[in-house]
């Protein structure tokens, strides 16, 4: 199959939306911009071997390549409108492409996000990079991962079949270190697989939260990079204190995975929930007084918000057990991802 066909076949036809004045087909796109509104961009690569195990279903690929993309979006709090897609591919398979495209494309039509253009190659390996165009009001201000301040309440979304780590299980299942029931197994590939963006959430949290951002590599990580920008910005070392206490009681956990979790040593658990995960909610911070704001937006998007502790002036990460007493939260530094070592 030539590359003309392929793109025709499996890539065009999902370009069509107001904005989208030019779509796929020509040397570039064109989108309209919506009154009053600003640009808002993000690029996310997705490779064979590095972000998907080699054997996950091309559909799965196709949702999570756009999924993670969309994760950002709602983590600046803008609304996607259109986005590219450079492929590459070792070989034009046509079963990887119908499954690849249409996992992709039917999440794009959820969110209302057109595919106007891309690039095809052919690669080592199958590697998918998605950038979306998004938009913001040209004079709101984005959700940004500085703004934090001492004494502000530390907010992560989820839902009653979304919880922190349930994606790890999969990670765990597959490495041989746990073994999961069958329900279990399937909820977390699931999770892993199969992110769901919380766009809508992070647009009516935008200004009520002081910062934010999505969790990819896992909540307490992820945090981390929200305490130093929000340290540089503040002129003070944040910190934080983490309510382990709720953690081990289930807070965090969806309900498929509640037993689970309770089988397992309290510090894999913490280790597992907090520290490391492909979970795709947002973390955020507000200040104390915004918690009627925030659980008013959890109730409008069908989620929770959960309070996973606060931002301290500390400069360090403090987990906070029920019994009152407090410990410094110990990264395992070979568990810290890093492309490059
Ligand atoms: P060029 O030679 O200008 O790079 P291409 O043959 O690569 O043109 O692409 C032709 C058209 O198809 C362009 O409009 C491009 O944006 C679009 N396109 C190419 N690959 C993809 C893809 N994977 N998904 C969507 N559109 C694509
Ligand atoms: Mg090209």
Redesign the pocket.
């Given at each position: 199959m030539v590359?003309?066909e392929?793109?025709?076949r499996?890539?065009?036809g999902?370009?069509a939306a107001p904005e989208v004045l030019l779509?796929?087909?020509?040397?570039?796109?064109t989108v309209q911009l919506p009154a009053g509104q600003r640009l808002v961009v993000c690029t996310d690569a997705f490779t064979e071997g590095v972000h998907f195990f080699p054997h996950a279903q091309p559909a799965a690929i196709g949702h999570k390549a756009l999924a993670v993309n969309l994760s950002d979006m709602a983590a600046m709090g803008a609304q996607p409108l259109a986005f590219?897609?450079?492929?590459g591919l070792p070989a034009a398979d046509e079963e990887w492409l119908r499954g690849f495209?249409g996992g992709m494309l039917a999440l794009a039509d959820r969110f209302g996000c057109a595919?106007?253009?891309?690039?095809?190659?052919r690669a080592p390996v199958y590697m998918a990079t998605v950038t979306v165009l998004g938009c913001l009001p040209a004079k709101a201000p984005a959700m940004l991962r500085s703004g934090a301040q001492a004494g502000d309440d530390i907010w992560v979304t989820g839902s009653s079949v979304a919880g922190l780590g349930d994606a790890r299980l999969y990670l765990e299942a597959r490495r041989g270190t746990v073994q999961l029931p069958d329900l279990v197994y399937r909820h977390s590939k699931a999770r892993m697989e199969r992110p769901e963006p919380r766009v809508r959430f992070g647009q009516l949290i935008r200004g009520v939260a002081s910062a934010g951002l999505d969790i990819s590599d896992g909540a307490l990580v992820d945090l981390q990079h929200l305490l130093a920008a929000g340290s540089g910005a503040a002129g003070v070392a944040l910190g934080a204190q983490i309510d382990a206490g709720a953690v081990l009681k289930g807070v965090f956990a969806s309900d498929c995975t509640q037993t689970l979790w309770r089988s397992l040593p309290e510090r894999q658990r913490l280790h597992w929930q907090l520290d490391a995960g492909d979970d795709y909610e947002l973390l955020f911070t507000a200040a104390p007084d915004k918690i009627k704001q925030v659980q008013a937006v959890a109730q409008k998007t069908g989620l929770i918000a959960r309070k996973l502790g606060v931002i301290t002036a500390s400069g360090s990460l403090w987990l906070r057990y029920d019994d009152g007493s407090v410990e410094p939260w110990e990264r395992q530094q070979s568990e810290v991802f890093s492309h490059f070592g």
């Open positions: 590359e003309f392929l793109i025709r499996y890539f065009s999902a370009d779509g796929v087909g020509d040397d570039a796109a590219t897609l450079a492929l495209s595919l106007v253009g891309g690039d095809t190659a």
